[in-house]
């Protein structure tokens, strides 16, 4: 079915569009999760941009989708876009970040990304860290590269080097009525509603650890000493806490009380969560951990 939507997406481009060349072009993301897309190829160029067919364009009428399509590829065709000093082995040590995935789930990808599972506490087992090198703003997004085997391999890269150079972005504890004023400021509500709304309404004693940039925040779980160091900062106490793999971008810190609930009831309900509120590509894993914050080690629960 989204084959043959594809194709006839491809077919009406081609029909409208004779300045251009297009070719399916399905990717692997996080978790294996498979995107369709399609590279618009123009004359005289050597960018070619890669759009993807969301779950909402299948359920609309092909020519409206591959309008869409054009009109995204014409907003991002570019003379020329050269990479090449991104690709340097310089470029990547300077701008190397570690991001956290799991392993069950990124079999396909594993094969062509280099992961060191040594980055993370042994209790981690579902999890590894990969590498992506940022390029930066493109078109107004976040750019970065997923570090390949190949491009080690070009560049004679080693793993200690990796290790040595790779970071987190400087982590960020959110709360949650920082939280929740941060989406009510974005519906553009005016501030006395919102300290009522917020002064009002009893707000769930967990913590959010992520980054300024809400991406790949996750990566915190390889370095348990921030974590804990984070925690005393904002004097928050105790001694063990819950850490919930809400997603590749956060973790959210539960309070030591939190240790006593049911287990497999929290499994449940973060995998209910991964399976109804998450993009594919941006789940963590189905379980929770204990933190322990004297120790800066983790406890596998559930598995």
Not at 183 to 191: G, M, T, Y
């Amino acid at each position: 079915m989204r084959k043959e939507y594809t194709n006839d997406v491809i077919n009406t481009l081609t029909k409208n569009h004779s300045e251009a060349m297009f070719e399916v072009a399905n990717t692997y993301k996080n978790n294996d999760a498979v995107k369709n897309g399609i590279v618009v190829k123009f004359c005289n160029t050597n960018v070619s941009p890669l759009i993807y067919i969301t779950e909402d364009d299948f359920c609309k009428p092909v020519e409206e989708t591959a309008e869409k399509i054009w009109d995204l590829a014409l907003k991002n065709k570019r003379d020329k876009l050269d990479i090449s000093n991104k690709l340097s082995k310089e470029y990547i040590l300077d701008n190397l970040f570690i991001k956290v995935v799991n392993k069950k789930t990124n079999l396909q990808n594993l094969k062509r990304w280099v992961s060191f599972d040594g980055l993370l506490n042994s209790a981690l087992s579902d999890l590894t860290a990969i590498f992506e090198v940022s390029v930066g703003n493109i078109n107004g997004g976040y750019g970065s590269i997923t570090l390949t085997k190949e491009i080690i391999n070009y560049l004679k890269l080693d793993e200690k080097e990796l290790i040595r150079y790779a970071k987190i972005r400087e982590p960020k504890l959110i709360t949650m009525d920082k939280l929740v004023r941060s989406i009510l400021e974005k519906q553009c509500l005016p501030d006395f509603m919102i300290d009522e709304i917020i002064n009002n309404q009893p707000m769930p004693d967990m913590l959010i650890l992520s980054n300024e940039e809400g991406l790949y925040g996750a990566a915190i779980l390889t370095h348990p000493e921030e974590i804990a160091k984070i925690l005393d900062e904002n004097n928050v106490q105790g001694a063990k806490f819950v850490i919930v793999p809400s997603s590749v971008h956060e973790v959210i810190v539960l309070p030591p009380e939190a240790t006593t609930l049911d287990v497999e009831e929290l499994n449940e309900l973060v995998k209910k969560v991964n399976g109804s509120d998450l993009k594919p590509e941006e789940v963590l894993s189905d379980h929770v951990y204990i933190f322990n914050k004297e120790e800066k080690t983790f406890e596998t629960l559930g598995i």
